[in-house]
């Protein structure tokens, strides 16, 4: 996996922060609360949106690998992504917004079995 690959498949790896996070199989709750947790620390704090977004987000999936996760979480995460994007100076904020979206997208079922199921 490298850029050109991602490129010619259509796609990019976008910042490059996901690490070895993404060797698994299928991007687990505690995967992208790692990534959030890294857009977390490296957000400036300068913009309201990514400052208070990212944070939040954070702090949600901070209680959810704890074991105190709603399902309700989803869709305000969703909703947290929503006030990001676009609307923070730096590229930062928008790219801390898409393995949430992207995970909660395409791997809503496992989210929710983790919420129920517990860490
Ligand atoms: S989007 Fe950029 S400028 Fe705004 S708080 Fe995040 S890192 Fe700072």
Same mark, same amino acid.
């Given at each position: ?5 991602? @490129?010619?498949? #259509?796609?990019? !790896? ?5 690490? &070895?996070?993404?060797?698994?199989? %299928? $991007?687990?709750? $505690?995967?992208?609360? %790692? !990534? ?8 400036? #704090?300068?913009?309201?949106?990514? %400052?208070? #977004? ?8 901070? &209680?959810?690998?704890?074991?105190? #996760? &709603? ?5 305000? !995460? !969703? ?19 898409? $393995?949430? @979206? ?5 791997? %809503? ?6 919420? &129920?199921t517990g860490p």
């Amino acid at each position: 996996m490298d850029y050109e690959a991602m @490129q010619k498949a #259509g796609s990019a !790896l976008g910042s490059g922060a996901p690490d &070895r996070a993404w060797t698994r199989p %299928r $991007p687990s709750c $505690p995967v992208v609360k %790692r !990534l959030v947790d890294f857009y977390h620390h490296e957000s400036c #704090g300068k913009c309201t949106p990514c %400052r208070e #977004g990212v944070n939040w987000m954070a702090k949600i999936y901070e &209680r959810i690998v704890a074991g105190g #996760g &709603r399902e309700q979480d989803l869709d305000l !995460l !969703l909703d947290i992504c929503d006030n990001i994007s676009g609307k923070s100076f730096c590229a930062l904020g928008d790219a801390a917004i898409v $393995p949430v @979206q992207s995970s909660i997208k395409h791997f %809503r079922d496992e989210y929710i079995s983790y919420i &129920r199921t517990g860490p």
